[in-house]
């Protein structure tokens, strides 16, 4: 059984950090692109970084800077260290699995696999 399931979210100030994780089962986590991406109430779900299985990472540009992507391939588990958060970071996050990372990364279209989703608040 496939599965993702993010954890970490949580009330922040603005300023402060979180720690999001991702725990994956039930397929060959190691060689799968992993990525994040959050929505907003009301708008579209956008990609905010993802993770090639050679470790090569991507952010968009709102992020860059200030999250830290990684994968653990032993635990089988995606993290995001969100540091400096700002009000328009707030959303719920997700985390994907696709076969490949491209370049549409970006794109929830691009992810065969999600998990449920983690609320993050920043106020």
């Known amino acids: 059984h496939v599965q993702l399931v993010e954890s970490g979210g949580g009330l922040v100030q603005p300023g402060g950090s979180l720690r999001l994780s991702c725990a994956a089962s039930?397929?060959?986590?190691?060689?799968?692109?992993m990525g994040w991406f959050r929505q907003a109430p009301g708008k579209v779900r956008e990609g905010v970084a993802s993770?090639?299985?050679?470790?090569?990472?991507t952010y968009a540009d709102s992020v860059q800077g200030r999250f830290t992507i990684s994968k653990d391939n032993a635990k089988n588990t995606l993290h995001l260290q969100m540091n400096s958060l700002k009000p328009e970071d707030t959303g719920m996050y997700y985390c994907?699995?696709?076969?490949?990372?491209?370049?549409?990364?970006?794109?929830?279209?691009?992810?065969?696999?999600w998990g449920q989703g983690t609320q993050v608040t920043v106020s």
């Open positions: 994907a699995a696709a076969v490949r990372c491209g370049g549409n990364w970006y794109l929830a279209s691009e992810y065969n696999i």
């Open positions: 993770i090639d299985s050679d470790g090569s990472s």
């Open positions: 039930g397929y060959t986590y190691s060689t799968y692109c």
